[in-house]
């Protein structure tokens, strides 16, 4: 077993063990090209460690919980950081250590330096993994080193590299990873070239920023771009940036800082370097036989090589990597997007859903409903997407938080961070609370109790029914399955009879105290980093609220369409005593059937038909663990909005997915199973906060398992069992 290979030792044979990016590496530097000084770690090491400390069975046990197949992106998430945080806790075995400690001390001792993958496989003419393993920058002392290689060894379990290997039906488990170890060049100008231009095969390509190229990889930087003539090297065209951040080295990685007003002018590089790196890349073609994608800087005046790659030769609209690429936003961006959710988005939710409130559905005619009808469609689509373009992608902000505490503060469980984001003042939060202090006044009220278990709620006292009209007032339809069932005032009080009739208990799960994990956390960064730190938390809290209320004011136009859609189908139902789904005579019928057919597309899609007719029995199946704790109880199947009001208190709520319009009943529910999957969806935040165990991303749960079932959820181990609960001796 080799474990440390430098530079100038690697030889053909070697690729295998130390990665097409470090072969490249010492390719480059044997013809000449300027290559900073650099170790490869072999995937030797790797594999001594996985099997050493056992990393590599738990790793099986994360994989094996379900189908890979049947992962949703929120759960391979989930498993991705768990498996991160097995390697971020678990140090190096003596034998490995003592392997490396010494010769990285003698390579670099304080020297800064770069820790980058080197994956066997990762990089070829039909594979790029690129910004999918991680790198990482101005790294100082053999300590850090070592704890960011094994982070580089994580990043092979990575939720964007799994999904990646998923779409080119690669094997993870024969995945190997090499670390390239590689002197930081602290460039004050950096950029990329692509040999040969991902959009025109006749073009290269070069974008370049002033400072380091990690703002620029990550997108909180915009470069100034060249397009070249791919044969001669002739510029065609500049592209000027907006040039007003730039990258620099920090005590500990890198910071954004504001340029300075005599950089803002200047491009990165004059005529004479982008002739200089275009020849590079030329040069870099010539050696490997095929055109490169090439990281460059250049230190004072003199151009350094740091990374290059083959150009894929797979069809741009076939790759993925993209999408899986946007799942992930950097810090900048995601301050960006929360601006410009909680400044222009949510307002503008609100305000349409407001004034189409506002429209007396029945006083329309029956081409102006068609019309509404129309527009209420467009206005939900076209909110929709801002939702996935946006909202989406802010989660990330919460996730991101999630690996730098993660990173940063070695817990056991891996879901601690969570607890630092609750109580966010979510909107259905706040109505539970109103729905709450609803019962405790019917708590104290027995005459208005007996009226709602009469079915006489009008009779109820006068404050009970104020409270009862504030929350239909104030939430709308959020409460009532969109809209389908209406402002019913004795099944919200029904509801809230239940919730007076819970005994009083604490909520169970809450067993960390969040101002302590919160001053813990800070007290673990250097002044310099603080403010930083504070800024990432409140973001984070951020991002976790917006993860609920986005969905909530969504729900609201949502709401409106369904409105629309049963005043048309009511009409048409009137007059010919047809469903809706069976005439085209006008623009009613039309617009009717229109929104009828969508709606049940979405329902075959989604797969909440019910799955009527499948009757298989299961004993135990297995999801993700999303809320601590065990709980045991009869189970209450949820298809769509009528069955919420069915449900009673104590029982197992079972479920394809929670939305905004489900939560109120959260509260009544001794624990929570979803079919869709991660710690992180609106479920299991919602679980969360009331304390209850919770298994997400469990295959058919709603097949499974039918009302009645008397189950057990394990939200620890992620495991729900259907059937009474049995004693095992020995």
């Not at 056992?54 to 929120?74: H, N, S, T, V």
């Not at 040069?283 to 004072?300: H, M, N, V």
């Not at 950097?330 to 939710?349: A, C, D, Q, T, W």
């Not at 709602?452 to 399955?481: M, N, P, T, V, Y």
Request: hydrophobic share 40%.
């Amino acid at each position: 077993m080799r474990v440390l290979f430098p530079l100038t030792e690697i030889t053909a044979a070697d690729r295998s063990r130390i990665g097409g990016k470090a072969y490249a590496l010492a390719m480059m530097q044997r013809k000449g090209l300027r290559i900073p000084e650099a170790l490869c770690i072999s995937t030797d090491a790797y594999l001594e460690y996985m099997a050493s400390t056992g990393i590599k069975e738990q790793i099986q046990m994360e994989l094996y919980r379900k189908p890979f197949d049947a992962m949703r992106w929120e759960e391979i998430w989930d498993v991705s950081l768990r498996i991160r945080n097995m390697f971020a806790k678990t140090p190096l075995p003596q034998g490995i250590r003592a392997q490396l400690q010494d010769t990285l001390d003698s390579f670099f001792l304080q020297t800064p330096v770069s820790v980058r993958s080197s994956a066997p496989g990762e990089d070829s003419t039909r594979t790029s993994f690129a910004g999918l393993h991680e790198s990482f920058v101005n790294i100082r002392g053999v300590e850090f080193i070592l704890e960011h290689i094994r982070l580089v060894w994580a990043s092979l379990w990575s939720d964007r590299a799994l999904l990646y290997r998923k779409e080119l039906k690669l094997d993870p488990e024969s995945s190997a990873m090499a670390v390239i170890v590689q002197e930081m060049v602290l460039g004050r100008r950096s950029g990329v070239i692509f040999g040969r231009s991902p959009v025109h095969d006749k073009q290269a390509v070069i974008e370049a920023v002033h400072g380091l190229n990690q703002g620029f990889v990550d997108g909180t930087i915009e470069p100034d771009r060249w397009i070249l003539n791919r044969k001669t090297g002739r510029t065609l065209k500049h592209h000027p940036a907006r040039r007003e951040k730039f990258m620099v080295p920090g005590r500990r990685g890198v910071q954004l800082k504001r340029m300075p007003r005599t950089m803002r002018d200047r491009s990165p590089i004059d005529e004479r370097e982008v002739d200089e790196v275009y020849r590079l890349a030329m040069k870099a073609e010539s050696l490997f036989g095929c055109p490169q994608d090439i990281e460059w800087t250049y230190r004072r005046k003199i151009l350094h090589t740091l990374q290059a790659r083959p150009i894929t030769t797979s069809v741009a609209s076939e790759d993925e990597r993209p999408w899986y690429l946007s799942l992930h936003r950097s810090f900048e961006n995601l301050k960006y997007l929360r601006v410009k959710i909680e400044k222009e988005h949510i307002p503008g939710m609100e305000k349409e859903a407001q004034e189409m409130g506002r429209i007396e559905l029945s006083e329309l005619s029956d081409a102006a409903l068609a019309r509404e009808i129309s527009r209420r469609r467009e206005a939900y689509d076209r909110w929709r997407q801002v939702y996935w373009n946006d909202c989406i992608p802010f989660a990330h902000g919460m996730r991101l938080f999630g690996k730098i505490y993660n990173d940063l503060m070695k817990p056991r469980d891996p879901f601690q961070f969570v607890a630092l984001l609750e109580n966010s003042s979510m909107i259905s939060v706040k109505r539970n609370k109103m729905l709450g202090d609803l019962a405790a006044l019917i708590e104290k009220d027995s005459a208005s109790r007996a009226c709602i278990h009469a079915g006489k709620a009008d009779q109820c006292s006068r404050l009970i029914l104020w409270k009862c009209d504030r929350i239909l007032e104030q939430f709308e339809d959020l409460a009532w399955g969109k809209g389908s069932i209406g402002q019913d005032r004795d099944r919200l009080l029904k509801i809230a009879l239940q919730m007076a009739d819970l005994p009083a208990k604490g909520i169970p799960g809450k067993t960390q105290n969040p101002a302590v994990l919160e001053r813990r956390f800070l007290a673990s960064f250097g002044k310099d980093r603080k403010t930083y730190a504070r800024e990432l938390l409140d973001l984070a809290r951020a991002s976790y609220r917006l993860r609920d209320d986005d969905n909530s004011y969504l729900s609201k136009i949502e709401s409106r369409l369904l409105a629309s859609m049963e005043e048309g189908s009511r009409r048409i139902r009137a007059r010919s005593g047809i469903s809706g789904k069976n005439s085209k005579k006008d623009a009613l019928n039309a617009a009717v059937l229109a929104e009828f057919s969508l709606s049940e597309k979405v329902r075959r899609v989604s797969g909440t038909s019910g799955g009527k007719g499948f009757s298989l029995k299961s004993r135990q199946i297995v999801g993700q663990p999303a809320g601590p704790g065990m709980a045991m109880g009869t189970a209450r199947v949820l298809l769509d909005a009528s069955d919420l009001y069915s449900f009673q208190s104590g029982e197992i709520l079972v479920c394809d997915a929670i939305d905004p319009g489900m939560t109120f009943i959260v509260p009544l529910a001794a624990a929570v199973v979803e079919r869709r999957g991660g710690m992180l969806i609106h479920g299991a935040i919602i679980a969360r906060e009331y304390g209850l165990p919770c298994v997400t991303g469990v295959p058919d749960a709603t097949d499974l398992i039918k009302t009645g079932d008397f189950v057990t959820v394990d939200g620890h181990l992620g495991i729900v069992t259907i059937g009474e609960a049995t004693l095992l001796t020995l």
